[in-house]
């Protein structure tokens, strides 16, 4: 209601306004007539006409439904829309087309398609004139002319009405509905559709003469117009030629580049290079590349996949995959897709542009087009030639968005299925390419979710069985009766995470570990979760996850620390430690190792958290689990050492947690406590002024576990 009564008010203000103008009355004097009405909430229709309502009455009102009754109609008359002709050409040739040089991309589908309708003419013996089909340019700076000319079927006098005097009629479509009642009769080289593409020349053109001559008849004709609505039409006598059209523009003095050679040839090259008849440019051709991707693989030999790949790439380097597909169902797709042997991000010179162009009847629609591929796939080059996408009517975009996702689901899925199929095939050559871009194919697994699993068998990992580098199938065959779990560690290199603590209880055992040496790979494990029903384990762990397929280690009381002094040692321990250190544990699965980091995140997940939060690294570096060895000698002598003196023991149970962290991966927490840089020297001291053999031998471990760690970093 409240919004009502601020509509209506701004309404009864302009109503004011009117008043004032119209009758004379002061503004002054109309407002005090206004003022006198009460304030207004609301306002109903009610039988075409406006009550106003009150606050008192506003709550009682109610509306009688509006009946509808039927309209009556007499003397009814259908009419047609009227347009302008002039200002309709206007638009159709100043603003439908976003780039100027799209005027010569649409006038030579026009003069191919003229050459297409000669072909089928003399290949069904309708015209046994069988001249050579080409197309001329001849550019002219001095006059600031481009001449376009071809040797297609030409028109007569009454097509030249139709056909250039009728916006958005289109002869080649007409051309392709009267074919296709035909039986045999094949239109897949016809490229026109909506009869506007003509028109285009006026973007650059001040006036544009149309010659043509049919076979059919005796006569030429000359069709001249300036763009502004109309046009002239006459017979001319002696063309120059026997038959086809020339297209002769005078270009706009701000439009003189496109009587340039290179520029023309340029525009050629982009737009129009496979088109399949000869173009001519000043007399030399300059579409020698010829359209494979729409030719049988039968006839094309590896020189000639070769010579289009460095066309398309601009480069000597070898490709190192192809794929030439062609299909019908879903979509008649015909694609020639390269994947290079090498790419330049792996240099920090920034990302690969997307290289793979989408075409249309082997006429480009949209270079480097990114809708066809995945971010993930920008390193692979080609051609994409599909005659199923719904274009504009500038032929510039596509308008079904679903259509090209489809598309793009195809295209994805086919290029997988090719490295799948060639890491069968070479599985050594497949390693060497995986080594060069296995960062791309990683970055699929983490955001294209659709085709994860497909993904993920392309990895190559190390694991603890093998030398040699596997795929997450091998590790599946490896697994043990009754392991429903896909266990991993994360390490920088595989002697790394041989020699990791975390590894020490499947040590002996045949249960498979695959290492990963990128933290990617966790994030992507952690995010699916599960493979072929096999949960992603992190051996780091908590021991409850890894229970079910290892032997519990069991407290050797005779020769370890005491049962009664766990409970104290692990106490004392985490009151030392605190606040890295949260909770200290007996170790179920430690055998060689003194100690060891555990928490709910992984040491990979850690550090990528502090790589992109650094302000939280004092945040990770608390609330750990300290897993304790009480089998291990240095355990031993570290609660002995505690009863004895507490201040030395204190500073070895800090050396020991810094040694665990950087024998795990933490060396960015270890700082904390690595800030003493004459402990070491401290400790010695102190262990000769107690002339404690024992504990001399502590010291001497944690001396040669630092320089081995320091040596290894």
């Known amino acids: 209601l409240t919004k009502q009564y601020h509509y209506i008010m701004l309404r009864t203000a302009k109503i004011v306004k009117s008043f004032s103008r119209v009758f004379g009355a002061s503004r002054k004097e109309t407002l005090k007539h206004f003022n006198s009405i009460k304030p207004v909430h609301s306002a109903f229709l009610t039988q075409n006409k ?6 008192q009455n506003a709550q ?11 309209i009556e109609k007499f003397d009814s008359e259908s009419l047609e829309f009227k347009a302008e002709t002039k200002k309709l050409l206007h638009i159709v040739a100043k603003s439908l087309y976003t780039d100027k040089d799209v005027f010569l991309r649409e006038l030579l589908s026009n003069c191919s398609d003229a050459l297409e309708k000669q072909r089928y003419l003399v290949l069904t013996g309708s015209d046994p004139n069988a001249d050579e089909l080409r197309i001329s340019l001849i550019t002219d700076e001095a006059k600031r002319q481009i001449i376009i000319q071809d040797t297609g079927v030409g028109m007569t006098r009454e097509e030249l009405i139709q056909n250039l005097g009728t916006i958005a ?11 296709s009642k035909v039986e045999g009769g094949s239109t897949d080289s016809i490229i026109g559709q909506f009869g506007v593409g003509f028109y285009s020349s006026f973007i650059v053109g001040d006036t544009v003469e149309v010659i043509s001559k049919s076979a059919a008849t005796q006569e030429a004709y000359l069709w001249v117009s300036d763009g ?3 046009f002239e039409i006459s017979r001319v006598s002696d063309p120059g030629f026997a038959r086809g059209t020339k297209i002769i523009i005078h270009l706009r003095p701000d439009c003189a580049q ?4 290179s520029d023309v040839q340029k525009i050629i090259q982009r737009y129009s290079n496979f088109i399949n008849f000869p173009i001519l440019l000043n007399g030399e051709r300059v579409n020698m590349i010829s359209a494979i991707w729409a030719r049988s693989k039968a006839d094309l030999t590896e020189d000639d996949y070769t010579k289009f790949w460095e066309y398309i790439s601009n480069t000597k380097v070898p490709y190192k995959y192809k794929l030439h597909y062609s299909t019908d169902v879903p979509l008649q797709i015909q694609s020639l897709i390269y994947i290079p042997s090498s790419h330049m991000e792996k240099f920090g010179v920034g990302m690969e542009e997307t290289g793979v162009s989408l075409y249309s009847r082997k006429v480009l629609i949209k270079q480097n087009c990114r809708e066809l591929f995945p971010n993930w796939l920008r390193f692979i080059k080609g051609v994409i030639d599909c005659e199923d996408i719904p274009l504009n009517i500038s032929r510039e975009h596509y308008q079904d968005s679903a259509l090209m996702a489809r598309l793009r689901n195809i295209l994805t899925k086919r290029v997988i299925k090719l490295l799948e199929e060639e890491s069968r095939k070479n599985p050594e050559q497949f390693l060497i390419w995986f080594n060069d871009f296995q960062q791309f194919l990683k970055e699929g697994l983490a955001m294209d979710t659709e085709n994860q699993e497909a993904l993920l068998g392309l990895q190559r990992y190390s694991s603890n069985f093998t030398d040699e580098l596997i795929t997450i199938d091998d590790y599946i065959k490896k697994l043990q009766p009754g392991q429903d779990k896909i266990y991993y560690l994360l390490a920088t290199t595989k002697e790394q995470a041989e020699l990791s603590p975390y590894m020490e209880p499947f040590r002996g055992t045949q249960i498979p570990i695959l290492y990963i040496n990128i933290h990617i790979d966790e994030m992507i494990f952690r995010s699916m979760n599960k493979y072929k029903d096999l949960s992603f384990v992190n051996i780091e762990t908590n021991y409850d996850e890894i229970a079910k397929d290892i032997k519990a280690q069991e407290h050797d009381v005779e020769h370890g620390v005491p049962q009664d002094d766990i409970t104290p040692l692990c106490l004392w321990i985490k009151n030392e430690l605190q606040p890295v250190v949260a909770k200290v544990s007996v170790s179920k699965r430690l055998k060689d190792s003194p100690a060891i980091v555990v928490s709910q995140m992984s040491t990979g997940m850690r550090q990528v958290m502090q790589m992109v939060e650094k302000n939280q690294q004092m945040d ?14 240095l355990i031993v002598k570290l609660n002995s050492v505690r009863k004895q003196n507490q201040k030395l023991a204190s500073t070895i149970a800090r050396q020991l947690l810094d040694n665990t962290l950087v024998t795990t991966g933490l060396l960015f927490l270890s ?41 290894t970093i």
Do not use: D
């Open 60 to 70: 009682n009102e109610s509306v009688e439904p509006k009946v509808e009754t039927p």
């Open 169 to 179: 009629h289109s002869g080649s479509k007409s051309w392709v509905e009267k074919l």
């Open 671 to 711: 700082l904390i406590h690595i800030s003493e840089p004459t402990r070491l020297l401290s400790i010695s001291y102190a262990v000769f002024c107690l002339k404690k053999k024992n504990t001399y031998e502590i010291i001497q471990y944690l001396i040669i576990q630092r320089i081995i760690l320091q040596e």
């Open 228 to 230: 502004t609505g109309k």
């Open 50 to 55: 406006f009550k106003f309502c009150t606050s």
């Open 258 to 261: 496109f009587a340039k050679r």
């Open 620 to 633: 990770q570096a608390k609330n750990l689990t300290f897993e304790i060895n009480p089998n291990h000698e």
